[in-house]
């Protein structure tokens, strides 16, 4: 059972075996290398993807080295202070590390988890408990914002208020972060990345990455509307890469609530389909940031609702190959983008 967060974080379980063996492929670039910088782990009711779920993925023909875990609400504490057992979460995936370094296969190498920015100077307290819980895994923070109007869009598994960003007591915790030397997470809808352009605006010090394209949606409201949705994050995006400090990771692009229908195909698509797909607001988000400030993503095993790991990567490489990327921009957003961003020592 593939489990998954759809429609930005409510737990959903589906057999997707079958349709994504309907289309094998062998990887177009078995030798690039490759740091995942987004994928989850988790072991609930619904369904698990632990090491030797992201080991059978990550190692299935193409050349992935080392990982970036992403929280997803996993393994918190039950007990003590409510705004400390996020903290649980870092010690599960690092004890998930721990066996991924002792197995073949790729080595989760740097974990971003969860604590409430709202608590203002107060979430230092948090930090530092992450940070010694993840015995120098631990990099930074996801504090979902995705929020949208319509009751046809379901908000982040956090349940943010809208115009979080904005928030005195949010943007004083995401200083601090900034100021302890982490990193934020982004993960927001496109009608919100202007908020992010605004708080990275007013609070230059923190490194941000925008999780998963900006969260172009495809749903409810927004469905059939693709070229409309377009109009509005890319200029976001545009007027986002002003800020040196922000990074983008390229992704997200198997999630449903992005409209493209690949759930609804008979057999999963081959690495053709899911390029052709996405290859321009892949471009242009690449174009707007440059390599050096892009990575590619997997977001497993969400995007596992849209194609199989291999699939994906290969999409990923014909982008490169007809956008005519040099060897030192591949380098990047297969691997050195993430890197840099994460703070990640290359594998010895």
């Known amino acids: 059972m593939l489990h998954g967060f759809d429609q930005g974080g409510a737990a959903v379980a589906d057999d997707k075996d079958a349709w994504l063996a309907a289309t094998v492929e062998q990887p177009i670039d078995a030798d690039e290398e490759i740091v995942d910088p987004h994928h989850h782990l988790w072991d609930f009711p619904t369904g698990t993807y632990l090491v030797p779920e992201l080991h059978e993925d990550t190692g299935a023909g193409h050349n992935v080295t080392q990982t970036v875990f992403v929280e997803c609400a996993a393994g918190y504490y039950t007990s003590?202070?409510?705004?400390?057992?996020?903290?649980?979460?870092?010690?599960?995936?690092?004890?998930?590390?721990?066996?991924?370094?002792?197995?073949?296969?790729?080595?989760?190498?740097?974990?971003?988890?969860?604590?409430?920015?709202?608590?203002?100077?107060?979430?230092?307290?948090?930090?530092?408990?992450?940070?010694?819980?993840?015995?120098?895994?631990?990099?930074?923070?996801?504090?979902?914002?995705?929020?949208?109007?319509?009751?046809?869009?379901?908000e982040s598994h956090t349940k943010p208020p809208p115009e979080l960003l904005a928030d005195p007591d949010f943007r004083a915790g995401y200083a601090t972060l900034g100021r302890m030397g982490f990193s934020f997470d982004g993960w927001m809808f496109h009608t919100q990345v202007k908020e992010l352009v605004d708080l990275a605006h007013a609070v230059p010090d923190t490194p941000v990455v925008l999780d998963h394209l900006g969260g172009p949606l495809g749903i409810g409201p927004y469905a059939e509307r693709r070229d409309e949705v377009r109009a509005v994050v890319r200029p976001a995006l545009e007027a986002l890469a002003r800020h040196p400090q922000v990074t983008v990771k390229v992704g997200?692009?198997?999630?449903?609530?992005?409209?493209?229908?690949f759930k609804r195909?008979?057999?999963?698509?081959?690495?053709?389909?899911?390029?052709?797909?996405?290859?321009?607001?892949?471009?242009?988000?690449?174009?707007?940031?440059?390599?050096?400030?892009?990575?590619f993503e997997s977001n497993f095993p969400v995007d596992k609702q849209g194609c199989s790991y291999t699939v994906l990567f290969n999409a990923f490489q014909r982008i490169c190959d007809e956008a005519g990327y040099t060897a030192a921009e591949r380098a990047?957003?297969?691997?050195?983008?993430?890197?840099?961003?994460?703070?990640?020592?290359?594998?010895a």
């Open 80 to 154: 003590g202070p409510e705004h400390l057992r996020p903290v649980g979460e870092t010690e599960f995936v690092r004890e998930q590390a721990a066996i991924s370094a002792e197995a073949d296969g790729a080595t989760i190498s740097a974990i971003v988890s969860f604590a409430d920015l709202t608590l203002g100077n107060a979430v230092e307290e948090v930090l530092a408990a992450h940070d010694e819980a993840g015995e120098g895994l631990f990099r930074g923070i996801r504090h979902a914002s995705a929020w949208d109007g319509s009751d046809q869009i379901r």
């Open 252 to 261: 997200g692009i198997g999630m449903s609530i992005y409209g493209v229908g």
């Open 332 to 347: 990047d957003l297969f691997a050195g983008t993430a890197r840099r961003f994460y703070r990640v020592d290359p594998p």
């Open 265 to 295: 195909l008979s057999q999963a698509p081959s690495s053709e389909h899911v390029a052709a797909t996405w290859s321009d607001d892949i471009r242009h988000c690449i174009e707007t940031f440059g390599p050096d400030r892009c990575m």
